[in-house]
């Protein structure tokens, strides 16, 4: 057992008889580890842009809320009668009357 170990340890196995088929083991092992790394490398790159997105999705959902109820406070009548006050337009004193339209049906 001892010697095996100081066997693979100096490298024998690469130069001995059959060191092509180590090689060839080697090799294809070194492809995996390389895809399995670039995998990997690509997965945490696509979490962080999932994590980006999210973030942008907050901030924009928040801008929305701010944006609404900046224009429902727009759409108060006492902001509008502020608002046309300075052209001059005032609300009136009498309020309005309904105007109904008889037609004649034949």
Not at 44 to 52: I, L, P
Not at 56 to 64: A, C, I, P, R, Y
Not at 67 to 95: A, C, H, W, Y
């Given at each position: 057992?001892?010697?095996?170990?100081?066997?693979?340890?100096?490298?024998?196995?690469?130069?001995?008889?059959?060191?092509?088929?180590?090689?060839?083991?080697?090799?294809?092992?070194?492809?995996?580890?390389?895809?399995?790394?670039?995998?990997?490398?690509?997965?945490?790159?696509?979490?962080?842009?999932?994590?980006?997105?999210?973030?942008?999705?907050k901030e924009l959902?928040?801008?929305?809320?701010?944006?609404?109820?900046?224009?429902?406070?727009?759409?108060?009548?006492?902001?509008?009668?502020?608002?046309?006050?300075?052209?001059?337009?005032?609300?009136?004193?009498v309020p309005p009357?309904?105007?109904?339209?008889?037609?004649?049906?034949?």
């Amino acid at each position: 057992m001892r010697k095996g170990i100081i066997d693979i340890l100096k490298g024998k196995f690469l130069v001995s008889g059959d060191a092509p088929k180590n090689w060839l083991f080697i090799i294809f092992a070194s492809v995996l580890a390389t895809i399995m790394i670039a995998s990997s490398h690509s997965a945490d790159k696509k979490v962080h842009q999932v994590a980006a997105l999210n973030e942008q999705v907050k901030e924009l959902k928040n801008e929305f809320v701010d944006m609404r109820s900046d224009v429902q406070r727009l759409k108060l009548e006492s902001t509008i009668t502020e608002n046309v006050l300075d052209e001059g337009l005032f609300p009136s004193e009498v309020p309005p009357r309904k105007i109904k339209v008889k037609t004649n049906k034949k």
